[in-house]
């Protein structure tokens, strides 16, 4: 039948049985097509389970085989005492099994097929016979369901719950896709995934929140999340609800129960304060009345029955404990690593301050030698007029001196060159008018001086008597 299956391990099968001119048996096809699995056949009367439950006359069946999972603790001997006692198994919302059988690697379980699905194709408008990513991945269209319904439909699957647990046997594996509903009746399917081992459905989510772990509070979070499809339409992608609307005060409250990231992290309520909810006592049809209304078959209108014997009890606590166990491990692992990555967070978030601090004073550095330089270059240009001065001042002061000092010998004197003008500066309009003038009167004096000397002639001198 294909992947129909959302289990990677879960193979399916559709079962042929022979007319009732032949010997009784059951012929097992697995068919890859859809066309094979629209037929319908004939089952013989005669045809029995191991646990002697009679088939209908006209019903389509499948058989699914499923190998043992990571959570498998009950030894080969027990588990075919387990199987017996399932076959056993009457209660109106629970799929009676129609043949089982198991073995060293897996167990094979043979149900009736319904046409019209699981509660999971009703909800996305698919059929059942399409693959599991066809159907599921990305539906043409979703439905919800009424809140009659909801309620109704709520209260039956606590009902089961409740008297799974009561007898020593969890079911673990609630989801919408192990629901069907016949006539508004909830059946629930694959009881036996809980003795095989395999993971649930909602693992990846619960396994997040370390007050989750015995059976009960798994079964509890699991109805939540049922209980959110019906209700909108679209299961939760989450494993906490973060805010929950449009809805009725009374189914909010309920949701936010099981559902709140507070529930989650606090404690869940049990089964029994479940059903004594509000909300199923305003919406949901009296459990006696469905039964009565819809005229269910003789099995499940029984009294409800399923035994089991004290070693397989027991046998079912200690594989429950050592399940929890596992799932506690798990749990640990993950919290330890949702806080490295917390930390690993934080340590980054951390470098990456300090980058940008690192940088911003780079940045503040670099405007402050950008400034400076700017200063500098300003300061260059304007640097130059103070030498002149400096200059022009020493040279007034070199051409004062001289006039008070005696001529120079005729061997010593030569002639000097003209000090340079001095260069045109705003800076020197602060000098005055007078000493640009003694500058040139300073000139004029020392140029006559130097030729008065240059023309000196020693011949012309005569000799001089004095009286001293």
Known sequence: MGLIGWRIRKHYFKVLTKSQGQSGGKHLIKSSSQTHNKQHHQQSSN???????????????????????????????????????????????????QYSACNENGALVIRKFHQQGTLKDILCMSTPKKPFLNKYGNPKGRTALSLRQVATYGRQ?????????????????????????????????????????????????????????????????????????????????????????????????????????????SALPTLDQLAEHRFFQEYASSLSESLNTHGLDSAANSKPHFKLSMNAKE???????????????????????????????????????????QKAKMEHKQAKLRQQNSLQLHNGSGGPSASPINRTDSVISVNM????????????????????????????????TGISTSIEETDCERSALLESICKFNRGSLRKVRSND
């Not at 499948?62 to 056993?88: C, N, Q, R």
């Not at 906490?240 to 309920?254: G, H």
């Open 315 to 357: 046998q079912i606590r200690i594989a429950m404990q050592k399940s929890e166990h596992r799932l506690r491990e798990e749990q640990k692992s993950v919290k330890n690593q949702k806080r490295l990555v917390r930390v690993q967070e934080m340590m980054s978030s951390e470098e990456e301050k300090k980058k940008s601090k």
């Open 401 to 432: 001196s001289n006039e008070t000092t005696p001529a120079p010998s005729v061997q010593s004197a030569s002639p000097l060159p003209p000090p340079p003008p001095p260069p045109t500066n705003p800076l020197e309009s602060t000098v005055g």
């Open 157 to 265: 699957i606590l009902e089961a719950l409740r008297f799974l647990h009561s007898k020593g046997m969890p079911y673990g594996h609630l989801h919408s896709g192990n629901i069907v509903i016949i006539d508004d009746t909830v059946r629930l399917l694959d009881v036996e995934n809980i003795i095989l081992g395999v993971p649930a459905f909602y693992r990846p989510f619960f396994v997040q929140h370390s007050k989750i772990h015995t059976p009960e509070t798994i079964d509890v979070y699991c109805f939540g999340h049922v209980l959110f499809e019906m209700s909108m339409g679209y299961p939760l992608q989450e494993s906490v609800a973060r805010q929950i609307t449009d809805c009725p005060e009374a189914l909010k409250n309920l949701l936010e129960m099981i559902l709140s990231k507070e529930a989650c992290k």
């Open 47 to 97: 045809g029995s389970s191991d646990g002697g439950s009679s088939q209908s006359s006209s019903c389509e069946l499948v058989l699914s085989w499923t190998e043992y999972g990571p959570d498998k603790y009950i030894d080969d001997k027990e588990m075919h005492s387990i199987f017996k006692s399932l076959a056993g198994l009457q209660h109106p919302y629970i799929e009676p099994l």
